[in-house]
């Protein structure tokens, strides 16, 4: 049940933005997860110029004969640059390059929540949309990632979309906040001068019990990424309350990752 449970809150939390609303739009009673909706940032525009393409190419055979997934519907409630991105890539059979980067926590547990995000993205697109790599720096301090050759390496690769969990449980009492967002803001520009196109998408590593100051800073993160226009992916709406001690149930021994 604590895996199940985990396993719903990654793809709807992180498929809400990436897949669209209406394709995990299940019936699902546990109260935890009702809240998602809210995650989500929509907006209405315009049809653009990747609408028309997508249109003209929608449900057209691919090559093993069987129909293409309603590209359209599953980026529905994306924000425009979202969307806009990822349909003109698609409209132009290019591969769209994901980099999820963060702490170490991504890599706990048998089933790591990277390799189930890719599973169900490439249910949805196809295996062919996503060109999606994960890259963990383990238990490092973001002042010291952001300056290392791991780092300059994932720039090199000029990322289209860039999910990022910006090291906050690793910093939390050793580094101050102002010096964790002001990496998020150095790592930003380094994606943007490589591929100005470049979708940054943040999201807090996982809750834990009786946060305290982690709580702050990650109020501090969502605060920062609404000043900056950055997608925000709140899963800890999800999750039982960090106060209530439910929430150690889902989470490793040691507070270090999910129990999946």
């Not at 809150?9 to 909706?37: C, R």
């Not at 102002?178 to 591929?195: V, W």
Request: glycine share 6%.
């Amino acid at each position: 049940m604590k895996k199940l449970l985990y396993i719903l809150i990654v793809t709807l939390s992180i498929g809400s933005i990436i897949f669209g609303h209406f394709y995990w739009k299940a019936k699902i009673s546990d109260n935890h997860l009702s809240s998602i909706a809210s995650a989500e940032n929509t907006s209405n525009t315009t049809e653009n110029v990747a609408e028309k393409k997508s249109k003209e190419s929608k449900k057209k055979p691919t090559k093993n004969g069987s129909k293409q997934p309603n590209y359209k519907e599953l980026t529905g409630n994306m924000t425009s640059e979202l969307q806009n991105l990822i349909l003109q890539k698609i409209d132009a059979g290019e591969p769209i390059k994901l980099a999820i980067i963060g702490s170490g926590a991504q890599t706990k547990g048998s089933t790591p929540w990277p390799s189930l995000f890719k599973e169900r993205l490439n249910q949805a697109y196809g295996t062919e949309v996503f060109d999606i790599v994960p890259t963990s720096f383990g238990d490092g301090w973001s002042i010291e990632i952001i300056y290392g050759d791991k780092f300059n390496s994932v720039v090199e690769t000029s990322p289209d979309i860039v999910l990022l969990e910006p090291f906050l449980l690793n910093d939390n009492a050793d580094i101050n906040i102002d010096d964790t967002l002001a990496s998020i803001r150095y790592m930003n520009n380094r994606f943007l001068e490589q591929n100005g196109e470049m979708v940054l998408l943040l999201q807090p590593p996982h809750p834990v019990f009786e946060p305290s100051l982690y709580l702050s800073q990650v109020e501090s993160l969502k605060e920062f990424a609404k000043e900056k226009g950055h997608i925000y992916l709140n899963h800890w709406e999800d999750w039982p309350d960090s106060d209530n001690a439910e929430i150690k149930n889902y989470l490793l021994t040691d507070g270090s990752g999910p129990v999946i």
